[in-house]
């Protein structure tokens, strides 16, 4: 169909949609007020307002809606051209409201229009476009292309990547029932304009979950010719993007579309030991542990964002291929209020492996207590919130049973702990032998190391070392550090003739600065705080 509009316009629409505009091809010219009058045409005040020509054509969601105003050289310009690439799939618009018949093998469907990404809105009621697209009469050009196969309409392209397809597994009828799938979710969605910037996109869920993105600068100084989402899609998800943009003389350019992501055969999640709204020590960690083993660790951490109430610098270490750690390069300052979101939903983690959810939690530091015993002086100092609260003599391990040296942290305390030596194979009967119930119980390794409560050996204490490895205290010392000790309290132990070993409790302390950077996948700081977080140069 095709016609002329006031003011010297041509109107034309796709033979395809003879069911939906017109019975078959024929001449229309706009009559009254928005009216499209003709042979078997619209007709009715619901029509676009104003002197609008309406162009469509569909194929499994695609939707494009042409309308200009006025006479005039400027109603005559091309409009901005937008083009949305979410992974395998490539939304175009039309560019300078040239329109092309799709090939006669890509028949056109009008009957797939109405699911389009503005809602439910019947072709044969233009008003109903109008106010699904909340824009005035004549200066707009609304296009949504969704589609299976790479299809020329309007100027634009909508296409899939066939190889990305193959790898899914995914039959084409069911591709075909599905509508067009996104199989690269980790890619996220990118949106650019031409002759034009964009002055809005929307990347929404069905459920409506908005998605966060950034932009680049345009170059007109109140837009932006190119936006991307931050964060990978969620897979299993249909998902609506919307954008809009305007050319130099304010023409708008809207294009919608609609599609779904993969649904991955193998997946992981991913948990922490931090509880929500939990008080730690100044010295805890964040820990991400994962369900299968992730080998594109560095797309893991850039997908991890701290805040934190106090300006922090850390950086984030691969313990293993399934755990990762954050730890400041220092301690977190006392009453630090921290959130943590790990992005993780649609991140290919692996080859064909992707994360189910997001990972979010949140966390206080509370009061700074910090304790260093001494094997060689017989003491352990002890900061409460950076101030020396004690010197107290102790008794380490004697020799043979040396308190290994180490910066730890506590992780348990209970109160009585049964101690017994047949935990390590010294059972009734053997030399060495003991099974004792000790009260105020601090633990700081996984072998059974603690600052406890020791009456029996207050005689030694601050003299020499008799313990089976702990760190003896008065009784009066360790119900105070007991009171007040928390997970993730820093325990340092100097001057033994033994070493710690690395993973013999959470040794994460252990690594000096430039160590603790070599175990991260970027090599880079991690700079936290009100605002978020960003990778730095270490």
């Known amino acids: 169909m095709s016609g002329d509009i006031s003011g010297g316009f041509r109107v034309r629409a796709h033979r395809g949609w003879s069911q939906g505009i ?3 091809a024929g001449t229309a010219r706009v009559a009254g007020k928005g009216r499209l009058a003709g042979r078997g045409s619209l007709a009715g005040r619901g029509s676009l307002a104003g002197t609008a020509g309406l162009v469509g054509a569909g194929a499994a969601g695609l939707l494009v809606i042409a309308g200009c105003s006025g006479g005039g050289p400027a109603a ?4 901005a051209k937008v083009t949305i690439v979410s992974g395998n799939l490539t939304f175009s618009s039309a560019a300078g409201g040239t329109q092309r018949a799709a090939p006669a093998h890509q028949s056109l469907d009008h009957g797939a229009l109405d699911h389009g990404a503005l809602g439910h809105v019947p072709v044969n009621h233009p008003a109903a476009y109008h106010r ?9 050009v609304i296009a949504g292309l969704s589609g299976p196969r ?3 309409v309007a100027s634009g392209v909508v296409s899939q990547g066939h190889a990305a397809e193959a790898a899914s597994g995914r039959s084409r009828a069911s591709r075909r029932a599905a509508g067009p799938v996104d199989l690269r979710p980790d890619l996220g969605v990118q949106v650019t304009a031409r002759d034009g910037t964009l002055t809005g996109v929307s990347v929404r869920t069905m459920t409506g979950t908005a998605v966060a993105g950034t932009t680049r600068p345009g170059t007109y100084a109140s837009g932006s010719r190119s936006w991307r989402t931050r964060w990978a899609l969620a897979p299993s998800q249909a998902y609506r993007v919307t954008a809009t943009a305007v050319d130099s003389r304010g023409q708008r350019t809207v294009m919608a579309s609609t599609f779904r992501t993969l649904r991955p055969r193998r997946t992981v999640t991913a948990a922490t030991v931090l509880g929500a709204g939990e008080t730690v020590g100044v010295g805890m960690p964040i820990t991400i542990n994962f369900s299968r083993p992730v080998t594109d660790q560095a797309v893991v951490e850039r997908a991890l964002q701290i805040w934190s109430s106090r300006p922090v610098t850390g950086a984030w270490y691969w313990v293993d291929s399934t755990s990762v750690w954050f730890r400041p390069r220092h301690y977190w300052p006392a009453h630090t209020r921290v959130r943590f979101t790990a992005h993780l ?13 997001d990972l979010t939690q949140h966390f206080r530091i509370g009061d700074s207590l910090i304790a260093v015993a001494s ?10 919130n950076g101030r020396l609260a004690g010197d107290w003599p102790v008794s380490t391990g004697r020799p043979g049973m040396d308190t290994p040296d180490g910066r730890y942290l506590s992780f348990a305390k209970g109160s009585p702990v049964d101690m017994n030596s047949a935990s390590y194979g010294v059972g009734p009967g053997m030399p060495g032998y003991y099974n004792e119930l000790v009260y105020d119980a601090v633990q700081f390794t996984f072998s059974g190391d603690y600052v406890h409560s020791a009456p029996w050996s207050v005689g030694e204490q601050g003299i020499t070392n008799v313990s089976h490895g702990c760190v003896n205290v008065a009784p009066g010392y360790a119900a105070w550090f007991y009171g007040r000790s928390v997970v993730g309290d820093p325990i340092s132990v100097v001057g033994s003739p033994v070493a710690g070993t690395w993973g013999d409790g959470w040794t994460i302390y252990f690594l000096g600065w430039r160590k603790l950077l070599a175990g991260s996948a970027t090599g880079d700081a991690v700079r936290a705080g009100p605002a978020g977080s960003r990778l730095v140069a270490a």
């Open 375 to 384: 094997a060689a002086t017989h003491h352990m100092k002890v900061w409460w």
């Open 22 to 24: 017109a019975s078959r």
């Open 150 to 152: 790479t299809l020329d």
């Open 76 to 79: 005559q310009a091309a409009p």
């Open 132 to 140: 699904a697209t909340n824009h005035g009469a004549g200066n707009a």
């Open 345 to 357: 939903a649609g991140l290919q983690v692996a080859p064909g492996v992707y994360a189910r959810a």
